[in-house]
């Protein structure tokens, strides 16, 4: 019995091997498709926002002329600031 046993036990093992041996192999794995570069993204963006900031502004208009002359208003300008040193200087004298 212990014959009989053996070769059943050989004979499903050379069934297994042949049935493996016969099925068809599965394909090997195809690489994933590259993925877009977020350097070559990040590049572009920053391209496009230097072309946009590369546009010309308009020039600001010239300040209209003071009617008084610049001898006049630094004169106006020191006088103010005289003015505002003495009041510290001296403090208003309370009652």
Known sequence: MGRFLAGVGLATMFAWFF???R???PAPPQPAPPQPD???ELK???AESRAEEATPEPEPEPEPEHPMGIDERR???HERAQAAIDQMRDPPSTG
Request: hydrophobic share 25%.
């Open 23 to 25: 099925e068809p192999q």
């Open 19 to 21: 049935r493996r041996w």
């Open 44 to 46: 572009q963006k920053l």
């Open 38 to 40: 977020p350097a070559k």
């Open 75 to 77: 004169r106006e300008v």
